[in-house]
Protein backbone atom coordinates (compact mmCIF):
# COMPACT_ATOMS: atom_id res chain seq x y z
CA UNK A 1 0.00 0.00 0.00
CA UNK A 2 1.05 3.49 -1.18
CA UNK A 3 0.88 5.93 2.03
CA UNK A 4 1.30 9.89 1.31
CA UNK A 5 2.85 11.42 4.99
CA UNK A 6 3.59 15.12 5.68
CA UNK A 7 4.57 16.61 8.78
CA UNK A 8 4.16 21.26 9.04
CA UNK A 9 6.90 21.74 11.60
CA UNK A 10 6.15 24.58 12.18
CA UNK A 11 2.27 23.73 12.81
CA UNK A 12 0.93 25.23 16.31
CA UNK A 13 3.93 26.84 17.26
CA UNK A 14 2.32 29.91 18.36
CA UNK A 15 -0.16 28.34 20.67
CA UNK A 16 1.54 28.78 23.66
CA UNK A 17 2.93 32.30 23.28
CA UNK A 18 -0.74 33.17 22.42
CA UNK A 19 -0.23 33.97 18.73
CA UNK A 20 -2.99 31.97 17.90
CA UNK A 21 -1.57 30.47 14.63
CA UNK A 22 1.53 30.71 12.57
CA UNK A 23 0.41 31.16 9.86
CA UNK A 24 3.01 33.44 7.75
CA UNK A 25 6.73 34.55 8.08
CA UNK A 26 6.58 37.70 10.27
CA UNK A 27 4.26 35.50 12.74
CA UNK A 28 6.58 32.69 12.94
CA UNK A 29 9.56 35.08 13.24
CA UNK A 30 7.85 36.26 16.38
CA UNK A 31 6.61 32.67 17.99
CA UNK A 32 10.46 32.24 17.65
CA UNK A 33 11.64 35.31 19.09
CA UNK A 34 8.89 34.36 22.32
CA UNK A 35 10.69 31.46 22.71
CA UNK A 36 8.03 29.14 20.70
CA UNK A 37 9.34 25.11 19.85
CA UNK A 38 8.24 23.23 17.17
CA UNK A 39 5.83 20.72 18.48
CA UNK A 40 4.17 19.18 15.31
CA UNK A 41 6.96 16.42 15.00
CA UNK A 42 6.22 15.27 18.56
CA UNK A 43 2.49 15.08 17.50
CA UNK A 44 2.84 13.05 14.78
CA UNK A 45 4.78 10.57 16.10
CA UNK A 46 2.22 9.97 18.54
CA UNK A 47 0.15 8.68 15.84
CA UNK A 48 2.90 6.78 13.91
CA UNK A 49 3.67 4.55 17.17
CA UNK A 50 -0.12 3.27 16.77
CA UNK A 51 0.23 1.99 13.27
CA UNK A 52 3.99 1.32 12.36
CA UNK A 53 3.61 -2.47 13.42
CA UNK A 54 1.20 -2.85 10.86
CA UNK A 55 2.92 -0.38 7.99
CA UNK A 56 5.86 -3.01 7.37
CA UNK A 57 4.45 -3.97 4.19
CA UNK A 58 3.74 -0.15 2.95
CA UNK A 59 5.73 2.32 1.30
CA UNK A 60 5.33 6.02 2.16
CA UNK A 61 6.01 8.63 0.17
CA UNK A 62 7.38 11.96 2.26
CA UNK A 63 9.87 15.06 2.18
CA UNK A 64 12.74 14.61 4.01
CA UNK A 65 13.92 15.46 7.31
CA UNK A 66 11.23 17.31 9.68
CA UNK A 67 8.50 17.32 6.95
CA UNK A 68 7.87 13.53 7.50
CA UNK A 69 10.73 11.07 6.53
CA UNK A 70 13.09 11.37 9.37
CA UNK A 71 10.19 10.24 12.01
CA UNK A 72 9.33 7.24 9.78
CA UNK A 73 12.75 5.99 8.69
CA UNK A 74 12.99 6.20 12.99
CA UNK A 75 10.04 3.50 12.80
CA UNK A 76 12.01 1.42 10.22
CA UNK A 77 9.16 2.63 7.78
CA UNK A 78 9.90 2.08 4.37
CA UNK A 79 10.00 5.87 2.73
CA UNK A 80 10.58 6.91 -0.77
CA UNK A 81 11.62 10.78 -0.57
CA UNK A 82 9.72 13.27 -2.17
CA UNK A 83 12.42 16.24 -2.19
CA UNK A 84 14.28 18.29 -0.09
CA UNK A 85 12.04 21.23 1.55
CA UNK A 86 13.07 24.63 2.68
CA UNK A 87 14.86 25.20 5.67
CA UNK A 88 11.64 27.04 7.27
CA UNK A 89 8.96 25.37 5.46
CA UNK A 90 6.31 27.42 3.78
CA UNK A 91 3.00 26.29 1.82
CA UNK A 92 4.49 25.92 -1.43
CA UNK A 93 6.08 22.78 0.36
CA UNK A 94 2.81 21.47 1.05
CA UNK A 95 1.25 21.72 -1.96
CA UNK A 96 4.07 20.46 -3.72
CA UNK A 97 4.20 17.14 -1.35
CA UNK A 98 0.44 16.75 -2.02
CA UNK A 99 0.82 17.09 -6.04
CA UNK A 100 3.87 14.35 -5.96
CA UNK A 101 1.91 12.43 -3.47
CA UNK A 102 -1.17 12.11 -6.57
CA UNK A 103 1.57 11.30 -9.15
CA UNK A 104 2.79 8.69 -7.27
CA UNK A 105 -0.89 7.22 -6.66
CA UNK A 106 -0.82 7.09 -3.18
CA UNK A 107 -4.13 5.56 -2.02
CA UNK A 108 -4.17 7.45 1.54
CA UNK A 109 -2.58 10.77 2.79
CA UNK A 110 -1.39 11.57 6.28
CA UNK A 111 -0.64 14.88 7.75
CA UNK A 112 -0.54 16.73 10.92
CA UNK A 113 -0.63 20.45 10.79
CA UNK A 114 -3.65 22.48 11.04
CA UNK A 115 -6.66 24.53 9.22
CA UNK A 116 -3.73 26.05 7.21
CA UNK A 117 -2.19 22.84 6.11
CA UNK A 118 -5.43 21.41 5.69
CA UNK A 119 -6.43 24.15 2.78
CA UNK A 120 -3.07 23.40 1.11
CA UNK A 121 -3.76 19.88 0.91
CA UNK A 122 -7.14 20.26 0.18
CA UNK A 123 -6.42 22.88 -2.62
CA UNK A 124 -4.36 20.17 -4.58
CA UNK A 125 -6.25 16.89 -3.45
CA UNK A 126 -9.71 17.81 -2.92
CA UNK A 127 -12.15 15.02 -2.53
CA UNK A 128 -9.97 12.33 -4.95
CA UNK A 129 -8.68 10.59 -2.18
CA UNK A 130 -9.39 9.63 1.65
CA UNK A 131 -6.72 12.00 4.17
CA UNK A 132 -6.68 11.34 7.38
CA UNK A 133 -5.14 14.38 10.04
CA UNK A 134 -3.13 14.57 13.01
CA UNK A 135 -4.29 17.51 14.96
CA UNK A 136 -0.80 19.61 15.55
CA UNK A 137 -2.27 23.22 15.16
CA UNK A 138 -3.70 26.31 17.09
CA UNK A 139 -7.34 26.18 16.12
CA UNK A 140 -8.01 23.02 14.33
CA UNK A 141 -11.69 23.76 13.00
CA UNK A 142 -12.10 21.56 10.34
CA UNK A 143 -13.49 17.85 10.05
CA UNK A 144 -11.06 16.38 8.78
CA UNK A 145 -8.90 15.71 11.64
CA UNK A 146 -9.06 13.26 14.20
CA UNK A 147 -9.96 14.22 17.54
CA UNK A 148 -6.08 13.10 19.52
CA UNK A 149 -2.83 12.40 17.73
CA UNK A 150 -3.34 9.08 19.18
CA UNK A 151 -6.58 8.18 17.40
CA UNK A 152 -5.18 9.06 14.20
CA UNK A 153 -2.95 6.57 14.63
CA UNK A 154 -5.47 3.88 15.95
CA UNK A 155 -7.97 5.14 12.98
CA UNK A 156 -4.25 4.57 10.23
CA UNK A 157 -3.95 1.56 12.34
CA UNK A 158 -7.74 -0.03 11.29
CA UNK A 159 -7.34 1.25 7.69
CA UNK A 160 -4.17 -0.66 7.34
CA UNK A 161 -5.48 -3.62 8.60
CA UNK A 162 -8.92 -3.72 5.91
CA UNK A 163 -11.20 -2.38 8.60
CA UNK A 164 -12.26 0.80 7.34
CA UNK A 165 -14.80 -0.18 5.07
CA UNK A 166 -16.76 3.25 4.32
CA UNK A 167 -16.05 7.08 3.93
CA UNK A 168 -17.57 10.79 4.13
CA UNK A 169 -16.87 14.41 3.23
CA UNK A 170 -15.85 16.48 6.02
CA UNK A 171 -15.08 20.79 5.76
CA UNK A 172 -11.88 22.83 5.61
CA UNK A 173 -12.32 25.38 6.99
CA UNK A 174 -9.65 28.26 8.32
CA UNK A 175 -9.96 31.85 9.54
CA UNK A 176 -8.01 34.83 9.02
CA UNK A 177 -5.79 35.04 11.70
CA UNK A 178 -4.76 38.65 11.52
CA UNK A 179 -8.52 39.37 12.54
CA UNK A 180 -8.43 36.07 14.89
CA UNK A 181 -5.88 37.74 17.01
CA UNK A 182 -8.16 41.04 17.28
CA UNK A 183 -10.54 38.62 18.29
CA UNK A 184 -12.66 38.85 15.17
CA UNK A 185 -13.38 35.24 14.18
CA UNK A 186 -13.66 35.84 10.15
CA UNK A 187 -13.96 31.59 8.98
CA UNK A 188 -14.40 30.73 5.08
CA UNK A 189 -15.33 27.56 3.12
CA UNK A 190 -12.31 26.37 1.11
CA UNK A 191 -13.54 22.65 0.41
CA UNK A 192 -13.95 19.26 1.15
CA UNK A 193 -11.93 16.24 1.65
CA UNK A 194 -12.32 12.53 1.82
CA UNK A 195 -12.20 10.93 5.34
CA UNK A 196 -12.99 7.67 6.80
CA UNK A 197 -16.20 7.84 8.31
CA UNK A 198 -15.31 7.30 11.89
CA UNK A 199 -17.24 9.50 14.62
CA UNK A 200 -15.13 7.20 17.00
CA UNK A 201 -11.72 8.61 16.09
CA UNK A 202 -12.68 11.67 13.80
CA UNK A 203 -13.48 15.03 15.06
CA UNK A 204 -16.52 17.44 14.08
CA UNK A 205 -15.85 20.53 12.48
CA UNK A 206 -16.03 23.36 15.36
CA UNK A 207 -20.16 25.08 15.21
CA UNK A 208 -20.43 28.63 14.86
CA UNK A 209 -21.49 30.79 17.94
CA UNK A 210 -21.65 30.65 21.67
CA UNK A 211 -24.49 28.14 21.94
CA UNK A 212 -27.72 29.38 23.41
CA UNK A 213 -29.63 32.23 23.83
CA UNK A 214 -27.43 35.76 24.90
CA UNK A 215 -29.67 35.54 27.76
CA UNK A 216 -28.42 32.05 28.83
CA UNK A 217 -24.65 33.18 28.82
CA UNK A 218 -25.19 36.12 30.78
CA UNK A 219 -27.31 33.85 33.36
CA UNK A 220 -24.10 31.83 33.09
CA UNK A 221 -21.59 34.87 33.82
CA UNK A 222 -23.78 36.29 36.38
CA UNK A 223 -23.48 33.06 38.26
CA UNK A 224 -19.98 32.40 37.68
CA UNK A 225 -18.93 36.23 39.08
CA UNK A 226 -20.92 35.58 41.95
CA UNK A 227 -19.30 32.23 43.06
CA UNK A 228 -15.37 34.40 43.01
CA UNK A 229 -14.14 34.44 46.16
CA UNK A 230 -11.64 36.86 47.07
CA UNK A 231 -7.79 36.43 46.65
CA UNK A 232 -8.33 33.71 44.56
CA UNK A 233 -6.71 34.03 40.77
CA UNK A 234 -9.16 32.70 38.37
CA UNK A 235 -7.73 31.80 34.95
CA UNK A 236 -10.39 32.48 32.15
CA UNK A 237 -9.67 30.55 28.67
CA UNK A 238 -10.84 32.06 25.85
CA UNK A 239 -14.38 31.61 23.98
CA UNK A 240 -17.29 33.32 23.75
CA UNK A 241 -19.01 31.78 27.10
CA UNK A 242 -16.08 32.69 28.62
CA UNK A 243 -16.16 36.71 27.70
CA UNK A 244 -19.09 37.19 28.85
CA UNK A 245 -17.71 36.64 32.71
CA UNK A 246 -15.22 39.02 31.98
CA UNK A 247 -18.08 41.25 30.62
CA UNK A 248 -19.73 40.80 33.32
CA UNK A 249 -16.50 41.87 35.96
CA UNK A 250 -16.83 44.81 33.71
CA UNK A 251 -12.89 44.13 32.35
CA UNK A 252 -11.29 44.19 28.99
CA UNK A 253 -10.57 40.87 28.64
CA UNK A 254 -10.09 38.58 25.08
CA UNK A 255 -12.10 36.97 23.54
CA UNK A 256 -9.43 34.20 21.99
CA UNK A 257 -6.93 34.45 24.74
CA UNK A 258 -6.79 33.15 28.65
CA UNK A 259 -6.84 36.28 30.74
CA UNK A 260 -6.25 36.18 34.92
CA UNK A 261 -8.33 37.62 37.24
CA UNK A 262 -8.24 38.45 40.84
CA UNK A 263 -10.34 40.38 43.19
CA UNK A 264 -12.42 41.62 40.32
CA UNK A 265 -9.21 43.16 38.86
CA UNK A 266 -7.20 42.07 35.48
CA UNK A 267 -4.24 40.86 36.68
CA UNK A 268 -2.89 39.84 33.07
CA UNK A 269 -4.53 39.62 29.87
CA UNK A 270 -3.70 37.12 26.36
CA UNK A 271 -1.16 35.43 28.91
CA UNK A 272 1.26 33.22 27.09
CA UNK A 273 2.07 29.82 29.27
CA UNK A 274 5.26 31.65 30.88
CA UNK A 275 3.11 34.08 31.76
CA UNK A 276 0.49 32.03 33.51
CA UNK A 277 3.51 30.19 35.27
CA UNK A 278 4.76 33.63 36.50
CA UNK A 279 1.02 34.83 38.19
CA UNK A 280 0.15 31.07 39.42
CA UNK A 281 3.64 30.94 41.31
CA UNK A 282 2.52 34.07 43.12
CA UNK A 283 -0.41 32.40 45.05
CA UNK A 284 -1.12 29.16 46.87
CA UNK A 285 -1.85 26.16 45.05
CA UNK A 286 -5.55 25.90 46.62
CA UNK A 287 -5.93 29.85 45.35
CA UNK A 288 -5.54 28.72 41.58
CA UNK A 289 -8.88 28.16 39.46
CA UNK A 290 -9.40 28.32 35.55
CA UNK A 291 -12.23 28.64 33.95
CA UNK A 292 -12.59 27.10 30.43
CA UNK A 293 -15.91 26.38 28.07
CA UNK A 294 -16.59 23.51 25.55
CA UNK A 295 -15.72 24.22 21.41
CA UNK A 296 -18.98 24.06 20.50
CA UNK A 297 -19.98 20.88 17.62
CA UNK A 298 -16.01 18.97 18.87
CA UNK A 299 -16.60 19.20 22.60
CA UNK A 300 -12.75 19.78 22.97
CA UNK A 301 -12.03 21.32 26.45
CA UNK A 302 -8.18 21.37 26.51
CA UNK A 303 -6.19 21.29 22.82
CA UNK A 304 -7.91 23.79 20.24
CA UNK A 305 -6.83 27.05 20.61
CA UNK A 306 -5.91 27.14 24.29
CA UNK A 307 -2.52 25.34 24.52
CA UNK A 308 -1.42 28.19 26.76
CA UNK A 309 -2.94 25.96 29.10
CA UNK A 310 -0.20 23.94 28.71
CA UNK A 311 0.55 20.38 31.02
CA UNK A 312 2.74 21.80 33.05
CA UNK A 313 0.23 25.09 33.24
CA UNK A 314 -2.84 22.18 33.67
CA UNK A 315 -0.75 20.33 36.55
CA UNK A 316 -0.05 23.78 39.06
CA UNK A 317 -3.96 23.61 39.54
CA UNK A 318 -6.08 21.35 41.62
CA UNK A 319 -7.96 18.95 39.43
CA UNK A 320 -11.33 19.87 41.55
CA UNK A 321 -10.29 23.74 40.99
CA UNK A 322 -11.11 23.21 37.27
CA UNK A 323 -14.40 24.93 36.05
CA UNK A 324 -15.86 24.01 32.89
CA UNK A 325 -19.40 26.19 31.84
CA UNK A 326 -21.34 25.77 28.86
CA UNK A 327 -24.88 27.08 28.20
CA UNK A 328 -27.20 23.71 28.04
CA UNK A 329 -28.34 24.37 24.49
CA UNK A 330 -23.86 24.12 23.51
CA UNK A 331 -24.19 20.92 25.65
CA UNK A 332 -27.28 19.88 23.53
CA UNK A 333 -25.22 20.60 20.44
CA UNK A 334 -22.78 17.80 21.19
CA UNK A 335 -25.56 14.93 20.92
CA UNK A 336 -24.56 13.24 23.75
CA UNK A 337 -20.41 12.96 22.91
CA UNK A 338 -17.97 13.17 25.22
CA UNK A 339 -15.39 16.66 26.39
CA UNK A 340 -12.66 16.00 24.89
CA UNK A 341 -8.66 16.76 27.15
CA UNK A 342 -6.61 16.60 23.73
CA UNK A 343 -3.61 18.13 26.25
CA UNK A 344 -0.51 17.06 24.18
CA UNK A 345 0.27 14.50 28.00
CA UNK A 346 -1.40 11.37 27.36
CA UNK A 347 -1.15 10.66 30.97
CA UNK A 348 -2.62 13.89 31.74
CA UNK A 349 -5.25 13.32 29.10
CA UNK A 350 -5.90 9.78 31.47
CA UNK A 351 -5.80 12.14 34.72
CA UNK A 352 -8.73 14.55 33.37
CA UNK A 353 -10.89 11.60 32.05
CA UNK A 354 -13.66 10.75 33.62
CA UNK A 355 -17.17 12.42 34.74
CA UNK A 356 -17.25 15.87 35.57
CA UNK A 357 -19.46 18.59 36.87
CA UNK A 358 -20.41 21.03 33.70
CA UNK A 359 -21.95 24.44 34.97
CA UNK A 360 -24.36 25.44 32.78
CA UNK A 361 -26.37 27.82 34.82
CA UNK A 362 -27.51 29.79 38.30
CA UNK A 363 -26.87 26.48 40.74
CA UNK A 364 -27.20 24.15 38.11
CA UNK A 365 -24.99 21.50 36.45
CA UNK A 366 -24.94 18.55 34.87
CA UNK A 367 -22.60 15.79 34.41
CA UNK A 368 -20.32 15.01 31.19
CA UNK A 369 -17.83 12.69 30.74
CA UNK A 370 -13.98 13.49 29.61
CA UNK A 371 -12.56 11.22 27.10
Excluded: W
Excluded at 13 to 18: D, L, P, Y
Excluded at 48 to 72: H, I, Q, T, W
Excluded at 76 to 89: A, I, K, R
Excluded at 260 to 279: P, Q
Aim: proline share 4%.
Amino acid sequence: MKIGFLINPVAGMGGKVALKGTDGEETLRRALELGAVPMAGTRAEEAVKEFAENAGDCRFYSPSGGMGADLLKSYGLETELLFDPSTHTTPADTKRAAEMMLERGVGLVVFAGGDGTARDICSVIGERLPVVGIPAGVKIHSGVYAKRPKDAGLLINNFLLGKVKRFTTAEVVDIDEEAFRDNIVRARLYGYMMIPDDREFMQDRKSGGSGGSTEEAANLAAFMALSMKPGVIYLIGSGSTTKQLTDRLGLDGTLLGVDAVRDGKLIGKDLTEAGIKEILSGVERNKRVLIITVIGGQGHIFGRGNQQLSPEVIRMIPKENITVIATPAKMAQLFGKSLIADTGDCALDRELSGYIPVVTGHARKMMAKVS
